[in-house]
């Protein structure tokens, strides 16, 4: 195994000060009217204070005795009884209708419009309740009438009442179409996909352009660009640090003149570093690292804002490389950095463009399958740049891979099974950072925990957590919800899956999608629709005996002959950004630190980084965590001369050794 090279000797500037005043982030509140609310109508005022007035007094009189006959319980008659609060609901209700009546579903009836006002005039005490209760309500019968009587070119929302001698039509407004909906495309709806996910046509086969005229991007519907926009917006509020980091460096260009080809998970977060390192100086093209994970309008956002972007939500896998190849080679472009998440755009520069890959200036890598392919490399003696190993940064390592996890992977479940987890028995494969995550939401919801691990330190740490560490295939028949976390092949298999109890739920926490043995569950239905990853392969593998039924967007039935079904979510690949999101607080601190890889290996001068793998120097890590303190309005405590020289340490960090474990 090759020796993980490290930076910290490299000259890396920062600047002198501790805290970093932001304002970011302001919650300015307006001074409310506090004049007091009057009635328009003079009468519905005059009969409120009628009834207050009659209320109180029977409040006072609240302990005489009853009499049978007594004129303060009769309701029969007099200015505060039902007659006068149904005078008050009667006046309300004409002012209702008049002013809303076509567009609120609140007082939908069977009368014809030219009726209207002598349904009110006929408005009477007894009908109070049924207003009350929220109007006259639509028999079954009656909407069957409505639905056979309905013309078939009739716009959408138009409903045909039937009602005295003739017909007339209502206009209504259904939630799903409401203008809240349709101005707000929610982060909601990017998770889960949408019906039009699957039967629209491919991206590719599309002629789409800009605002400006380009075409030098590919995505779903660059329509949905101001929905993105908006998306981007709310992200940048929750991310501190990557905009701190923006307004200081903006002014000096570090990456000025950097052609970065990105490749990775494109949402909202993504976007904002994106447009960090354009606003540094970059020139970026962008491709996603997973199929599922794209929001969709996020894409289309980054695409009229002028970068290439090459992603949709639901790609293929020839789709997949596809887009990959558009952002590496493309015309008058020659890439000199990498940002990978998964060693997918280096895996392909290096096989099929390996002239190119000779003038990249260095990798930036944050995941741990592509740090693992990278270590592969450099012991094979076919990495010939540097490479910063962004993943096992303390940053990256306990802040997106242990607190994100912990809050995601409760929000991805919850998402796409509304499971309840109170007395669920759950096991989660591997104990790492992200495991530990998994593992410490999941019992903090009730959960029982297991644990599997082939790591005697790892499992050792399960143990003193509190958690049974097992073997799966002691527990596999009684789980209902598998997690695996490991970051390796085949972790579950057929033979587990067969085991499995109704019911249960397998999802994957790992960045590859091989953990999960996917492909021996496929069926020929499967290979015809094209969700597979690798046509060729998939010969031999073949089940027929399975049935899959897509329940919605990434959640899948999948029914055995017996008729046991498991829940597999994402088709196993990364569940916590294909079925929600992770939180952009998190975001900010990992985009801090890929930002801040990057210009060191574009800046660094010639020699001072070899063809190897290097870990983020420990100074950069400090000082990405004191981009975000100002957020919880935190205070260092700073050392004095006396007690920095007898710890050996400079006052402005780093604090701590390489060696030292957080």
Not at 187 to 208: H, L, M
Not at 562 to 581: F, H, M, P, T, W
Request: glycine share 6%.
């Amino acid at each position: 195994m090759s020796t993980v090279a490290r930076s910290d000797d490299a000259n890396v500037s920062l600047p002198e000060e501790r805290g970093i005043p932001l304002n970011i982030l302001r919650h300015d509140s307006e001074a409310k009217d506090g004049k007091a609310v009057r009635f328009a109508d003079p009468n519905i005022g005059q009969a409120m204070e009628n009834a207050n007035m009659k209320h109180a007094v029977k409040e006072n009189e609240g302990n005489r005795p009853f009499k049978e006959n007594d004129a303060s319980s009769d309701y029969s008659g007099g200015d505060d009884s039902l007659e006068t609060r149904a005078s008050i609901k009667r006046l309300e209700f004409k002012r209702t209708r008049a002013n809303s009546y076509r567009r609120s579903l609140q007082y939908i009836d069977d009368t014809p419009d030219s009726q209207a006002e002598e349904d009110i005039d006929a408005f009477s005490p007894q009908t109070v309740g049924k207003l009350v209760s929220g109007s006259v309500r639509i028999s079954e019968a009656k909407l069957k009438e409505r639905e056979e009587s309905r013309d078939d070119d009739k716009e959408e929302g138009e409903l045909a009442v039937p009602g005295g001698g003739g017909k007339s039509r209502r206009r209504y407004r259904s939630r799903s179409l409401s203008q809240s909906s349709t101005d707000s495309y929610s982060t909601y709806s990017s998770y889960t996909g949408s019906s039009s996910d699957e039967d629209e046509q491919s991206p590719r086969e599309k002629s789409q352009k800009t605002s400006k005229g380009s075409t030098d991007f590919c995505v779903k519907n660059i329509s949905q660009a101001a929905f993105g926009r908006r998306e981007i917006e709310i992200a940048e509020q929750e991310m501190p640090g990557i905009i701190a980091l923006r307004k200081r460096a903006m002014d000096d260009k570090p990456l000025k003149g950097a052609k970065i080809v990105g490749c990775t998970h494109i949402n909202a977060q993504t976007a904002v570093l994106i447009e960090t390192l354009v606003e540094l100086g970059a020139t970026v093209r962008w491709s996603a690292c997973n199929i599922f994970s794209t929001q969709n309008e996020v894409a289309a956002a980054l695409a009229e804002a002028g970068h290439p972007v090459f992603a949709w939500r639901g790609e293929s896998e020839e789709d997949f490389w596809w887009c990959i190849d558009k952002c590496i080679n493309a015309e008058n472009w020659q890439p000199n950095m990498i940002l990978d998440d998964g060693g997918d755009a280096t895996h392909l520069m290096l096989k099929k463009y390996p002239a190119m890959f000779k003038m990249i200036k260095g990798i930036c890598e944050e995941s741990v399958t592509g740090v693992h392919r990278l270590y592969q490399l450099s012991k094979a003696g076919k990495l010939t740049v540097p490479a910063m190993n962004v993943n096992d940064s303390v940053t990256k390592t306990m802040f997106d891979n242990l607190y994100s996890c912990r809050e995601s992977i409760i929000d991805s479940l919850k998402r796409a099974t509304d499971v309840m987890f109170g007395g669920k028995q759950v096991v989660v494969c591997g104990y790492g950072e992200v495991g530990k995550g998994c593992c410490q939401a999941l019992k903090g919801l009730g959960c029982t925990v297991y644990v599997t691990e082939i790591d005697p330190v790892c499992a050792l740490q399960g143990c003193m957590d509190g958690f049974r560490v097992v073997k799966l295939s002691e527990v596999i028949r009684q789980v209902d919800i598998l997690v695996t976390a490991t970051g390796n092949k085949n972790v579950v298999t057929r033979d587990h899956m067969d085991k499995m109890k109704n019911g249960a739920i397998v999802c994957n926490m790992g960045h590859s999608n091989t953990e999960i043995d996917v492909e021996s569950l496929n069926t020929p239905e499967l290979v015809h629709e094209n969700r597979l990853e690798r046509k060729s392969e998939l010969n031999s593998l073949r089940t027929p005996d399975l049935t899959w039924e897509k329940v919605r967007s990434q959640v899948d039935h999948i029914l055995w002959p017996d008729g046991k079904r498991i829940i597999l979510l994402a088709e196993g690949r990364l569940v916590n950004l294909s079925c929600s999101s992770v939180p952009s607080f998190v975001v900010s601190i990992t985009s801090c630190t890929q930002a801040l890889a990057l210009i060191e290996l574009f800046n660094a001068p010639a020699g001072r980084y070899k063809s190897d793998v290097y870990l983020l120097p420990k100074k950069m890590d400090e000082y990405v965590a004191s981009l975000h303190l100002p957020t919880f309005d935190a205070h260092l405590t700073e050392l004095s001369d006396e007690q920095a020289k007898y710890m050996g340490l400079n006052k402005a960090g780093p604090f701590k050794p390489n060696y030292y474990r957080y």
